[in-house]
């Protein structure tokens, strides 16, 4: 059956903005609105065009559609990048969860951070960890070099399983943490 | 409460605008409309924006009722299959499943209760609008 061009184009606005979905997802969408735009025009004998227009801009509609499945989909993955997607589009929404996204990016920065330094130790030792003078830190890191000579080294080869243990708790927790603003919102969060 | 007003998404001026809190109003109840529209059995979506329209004079926007439609499916409340239909096109029937039949059940209950509530609560407001007629 051929499709008319204002369909045609529709249809291809609705795919594109599909995009972060799944092809099956994706094309069962579209094989409904498909169909919907058919019997609508045929049962009412309205033109495709009014019929489109009633459906609303397509944009808007695959919107809907991505909102809910991206919030869905984060809330049951432990995936950082799903996380940080959905609450980045939950930021675009409201002030609370611009704050989350923060929060998340910090806890992602600063737990692979440590567990990168922990690595690091292992691998090269004197230019990893924690150095203190005078009371104070002066350097904490992986890679750093220009180490004043009076600065030593507090944590010496426990900054391996310190940063390791440290490192994932903080991980885990900025993971948890977003799934349950997730999860507490999403009722709220899908009618948006 | 401001922190109440960040976690709903609500905008300060929803309250002074009449037409967007009927709207809201509106929204908040098609999940629980398009539920009820397949307690007898099972429809295509166009079908259930029909029956919407005939019952309840709940015109929607079309789109409206395929997200809907397509969340309250990954909520486990709805099934759908494809069925090849005279009109040459499949259509996309979707019918209760028994959460949804379980959970239409309970918001029925809740639905009733407050609306019974707050009709009580507006029947001097109402009678007074009556009496000025």
């Known amino acids: 059956m051929t499709m008319s061009t204002e369909m045609e184009s529709y249809i291809t606005t609705l795919?594109?903005?599909?995009?972060?979905?799944?092809?099956?997802?994706?094309?069962?969408?579209?094989?409904?609105?498909?169909?919907?735009?058919?019997?609508?025009?045929?049962?009412?004998?309205?033109?495709?065009?009014?019929?489109?227009?009633?459906?609303?801009?397509?944009?808007?509609?695959?919107?809907?559609?991505?909102d809910g499945l991206l919030i869905r989909r984060a809330s049951r993955s432990f995936s950082p990048i799903v996380l940080l997607r959905a609450t980045m589009r939950l930021a675009t929404k409201s002030i609370a969860w611009v704050f989350v996204f923060f929060l998340s990016v910090f806890g992602y920065a600063f737990g692979a951070g440590l567990v990168i330094i922990a690595f690091a130790k292992m691998i090269i030792p004197s230019h990893a960890g924690a150095w203190?003078?005078?009371?104070?830190?002066?350097?904490?890191?992986?890679?750093?070099?220009?180490?004043?000579?009076?600065?030593?080294?507090?944590?010496?080869?426990?900054?391996?399983?310190?940063?390791?243990?440290?490192?994932?708790?903080?991980?885990?927790v900025t993971t948890f943490l977003i799934r349950k603003s997730l999860r507490v919102s999403r009722l709220v969060q899908s009618r948006l | 409460m401001p922190k109440l007003r960040l976690t709903l998404g609500l905008k300060g001026t929803e309250l002074e605008q009449p037409d967007r809190w009927e709207a809201q109003l509106r929204k908040g109840a098609v999940e629980m409309a398009a539920l009820a529209s397949l307690w007898q059995g099972r429809l295509y979506g166009l079908e259930i924006i029909r029956y919407l329209e005939t019952h309840s004079q709940m015109a929607l926007a079309e789109g409206t009722i395929y997200p809907v439609l397509s969340r309250l499916k990954t909520e486990g409340l709805l099934t759908s299959e494809w069925v090849e239909a005279e009109a040459g096109h499949p259509?996309?029937?979707?019918?209760?499943?028994?959460?949804?039949?379980?959970?239409?059940g309970g918001m029925a209950t809740a639905w009733t209760s407050f609306a019974q509530g707050l009709s009580r609560l507006l029947e001097p407001v109402l009678n007074e609008k009556e009496n000025a007629k």
């Not at chain 1, 495709?48 to 509609?61: D, H, K």
């Not at chain 1, 203190?132 to 080869?157: K, M």
């Not at chain 2, 259509?91 to 239409?104: H, I, P, Q």
């Open chain 1, 132 to 172: 203190v003078q005078d009371g104070r830190l002066v350097d904490f890191g992986a890679f750093v070099s220009g180490i004043p000579s009076s600065a030593h080294e507090v944590l010496g080869l426990w900054m391996i399983p310190l940063g390791l243990t440290a490192g994932s708790l903080t991980l885990l």
């Open chain 1, 15 to 66: 795919r594109l903005h599909l995009a972060p979905l799944t092809l099956s997802e994706r094309e069962e969408i579209v094989m409904e609105i498909v169909a919907h735009v058919r019997d609508s025009a045929e049962q009412s004998g309205a033109t495709i065009e009014s019929v489109l227009a009633r459906l609303g801009p397509a944009e808007a509609l695959a919107d809907q559609y991505r």
């Open chain 2, 91 to 104: 259509r996309k029937y979707y019918s209760l499943t028994g959460a949804g039949r379980e959970r239409l």
